[in-house]
């Protein structure tokens, strides 16, 4: 049987991380003496690169003060884990049984994501699944999403080629960077953008449950 490739989005697909990431950039926007951006606003811009988020946030900013914000956030980041404020990000209800029956299918499991490698490694390691996965892909190696660079060495490491491949992710730029490798679609309701921005960017299903993965997929 041909390889096949289900590469999964971690911030809002695998983790419900939103807590930590609107805290730490609202830290970020105080430390610049700026009002931080309502938390729908910071929600809406998880999954790209942090430069790139921030441009999202404040596009009438200069390109300096992007740079300055996504260090301070990382800095914050960084304190928080420190003093051990990091609130815990939850798997998704149903991700562990989804992954053993894509596993048991014969599927290779891999992620893409705008965490940096330390912290999707942080993620992966508290919830045991550091091993589940034969392919890592984060904002420290490749262009912020929807560029199609993390799949491209998604699938050049695991072996697969497009039509053997998907994305599942719950933002518009998980479909979009899916589109641009031409990989398969799915998007996911329990994230951070709705189904209708999912099905606007392009994706092939819409999906509302864990337990819909593997079907979808099929």
Aim: net charge negative; hydrophobic share 50%.
């Amino acid at each position: 049987m041909p390889l096949r490739l289900a590469v999964f989005d971690c911030d809002g697909t695998l983790v419900d991380s939103q807590a930590n990431i609107c805290r730490a950039m609202e830290a970020a926007y105080a430390g610049a003496g700026l009002p931080p951006p309502p938390r729908v606003a910071i929600r809406g811009i998880v999954g790209l690169s942090l430069v790139e988020a921030v441009a999202v946030l404040a596009p009438d900013a200069p390109p300096a003060l992007h740079e300055q914000l996504a260090e301070d956030y990382k800095a914050a980041f960084r304190a928080m884990r420190a003093a051990g404020e990091l609130e815990v990000e939850p798997l998704y209800d149903g991700l562990v049984a989804a992954l053993d029956t894509l596993s048991a299918a014969g599927w290779l499991l891999g992620v893409a994501t705008g965490k940096s490698d330390r912290g999707l490694a942080h993620v992966l390691a508290h919830h045991g699944l550091t091993g589940r996965f034969v392919t890592l892909q984060t904002a420290d190696r490749h262009p912020s999403k929807p560029h199609p660079s993390m799949l491209h060495e998604a699938m050049a490491q695991a072996g697969t080629d497009p039509h053997m491949t998907a994305m599942i992710g719950d933002t518009s730029y998980d479909m979009e960077m899916a589109r641009a490798a031409r990989v398969r679609a799915v998007g996911v309701t329990w994230g951070y953008h709705d189904a209708a921005q999912l099905w606007a960017a392009g994706a092939d299903a819409v999906i509302h449950d864990y337990a819909d993965v593997p079907g979808a997929l099929a």
